[in-house]
């Protein structure tokens, strides 16, 4: 938030917190409290250190941190705010909750869209991805803060875009212009260089700058940083943002627009510290008549060690490791009356187990003298990883010197 309210000129601060993780793990926090699911930092460490600045620049902000509960953040804002003394006016986007809906869509023959499997009946949460229009309302109704729950994550750009020059509903190319604006930064430092390929050419991780998209009322792009920080906006830190996660790039489906991104074209800027660039060219088409929905629901829980292992022969160690350690729980289990496993990943990394078939082993075939186990566990019970838990402990201790492990065990949805 500092290097973008004190160096980025800006006239919106967006956030975007919310992913399909995220979703689960704010519905189990909202089920052990009303008051909680939505994203704190949000509230505590984005937003209160900062409100006074923030109102002071006249830089209103747009955030999906509403996450299952955006009355509840906004009301959290409100109280940051009025412990600052300043007066801003937050607008809550609502809507996407389909909880209430639940029985009605279960009851008309939905099923799981990969597997086939039946509508579950342990739903978590159901959230529809809204699209940009209600955001651009609440900004036109002079909203200072706009807090959302699940929409697209291209939207809270949008929005802002639609709002500052009136684009209308039926101006696709516009729409995909600003849909690609909100792609393009929607990860923050991704598009600087924080997951680049070439990662050895991006400088100063440690202070990496986050994203600037500045956008004209034609639907021109140009993404910069910050001054004076690190990262990198080259062609090849936003291509690569831009093909992340938009399915077939002619037709990227959103509520507002169907994007098309095949032919857009990304020029780097000479003579800009840190790298900038130009980006032209989105077309766009009229939305389907649906929107995506994502649902949550309690799977059971899941549990990971990670151990490391020293010494000759470290893979092969690993692997009897980890698998005297299934072997052992599964041994209590069936004296208890648990079922087994619904589902076990375990990998040596130092292996090359991560590349599968692709993996290179060492050359003397003695393999590394040093590895970590990674073992996950699924059970329908917690009780049952709870065991698991406990054995972790003793088989890193006992069964290889200085083998320790770290284990969590939690709701996996």
């Known amino acids: 938030v500092p290097q973008l309210l004190y160096g980025g000129k800006l006239d919106f601060l967006v956030f975007d917190y919310l992913s399909e993780v995220t979703m689960a793990l704010l519905a189990a926090a909202k089920a052990r409290s009303p008051v909680l699911g939505y994203t704190p930092d949000f509230v505590s460490t984005a937003m209160a250190p900062y409100i006074k600045d923030i ?74 991805y809204l699209g940009a229009r209600p955001i651009s309302r609440a900004l036109d109704l002079g909203a200072d803060i706009v807090v959302t729950g699940r929409c697209v994550d291209s939207g809270i750009v949008l929005g802002p875009l639609i709002h500052s020059f009136g ?82 790039p002619q037709r990227y489906l959103l509520p507002d627009v169907t994007c098309d991104f095949s032919e ?23 939305p389907s008549k649906f929107y995506k929905v994502s649902a949550t629901y309690l799977d059971g829980f899941r549990a990971t060690a990670v151990c490391p292992v020293g010494g000759p022969k470290a893979v092969q160690k690993g692997k009897c490791t980890a698998e005297s350690i299934l072997k052992r729980t599964r041994l209590i289990f069936s ?61 890193g201790t006992g069964m290889a010197p200085g083998l320790t492990g770290v284990v969590g065990g939690r709701p996996r949805v």
């Not at 857009?264 to 980006?279: D, L, W």
Request: net charge negative.
């Open 264 to 286: 857009v074209s990304i020029t780097e800027i000479p003579g800009i510290e840190g790298g900038a660039v130009k980006v032209h060219g989105a077309k766009g088409s009229p």
């Open 55 to 128: 109102h002071r620049k006249g830089v209103r902000v747009i955030s999906n941190a509403g996450g299952i509960n955006p009355h509840a953040c906004a009301a959290a804002l409100q109280e940051v705010a009025k412990k600052a003394d300043v007066d801003l006016k937050i607008a809550v986007v609502a809507g996407d909750d389909l909880m209430s809906e639940k029985e009605n869509l279960k009851g008309s023959g939905i099923v799981d869209l990969e597997s086939g499997k039946p509508f579950p009946e342990s739903i978590y949460s159901m959230n529809v």
């Open 167 to 248: 684009w209308n509903r039926d101006e696709f190319d516009l729409l995909a212009a600003g849909s690609l604006a909100g792609h393009l930064i929607e990860c923050g430092a991704q598009c600087t260089g924080g997951i680049f390929t070439d990662w050895h050419a991006v400088p100063d991780w440690h202070n990496i700058g986050f994203p600037i998209v500045e956008c004209s009322s034609e639907g021109d792009l140009i993404i910069s940083k910050p001054p004076d920080t690190g990262g990198l906006i080259s062609f090849g830190t936003v291509a690569e943002q831009l093909l992340y996660e938009v399915g077939n």
């Open 335 to 395: 004296q208890l009356g648990y079922e087994d496993y619904s589902a076990v990943n375990m990998q040596v990394l130092g292996s090359e187990d991560t590349y599968g078939p692709h993996a290179r082993r060492s050359i003397d075939g003695q393999g590394p003298r040093e590895a970590v186990i990674w073992l996950a566990v699924h059970h329908k019970q917690k009780e049952a990883l709870e065991i698991f838990s406990k054995e972790i402990a003793p088989a």
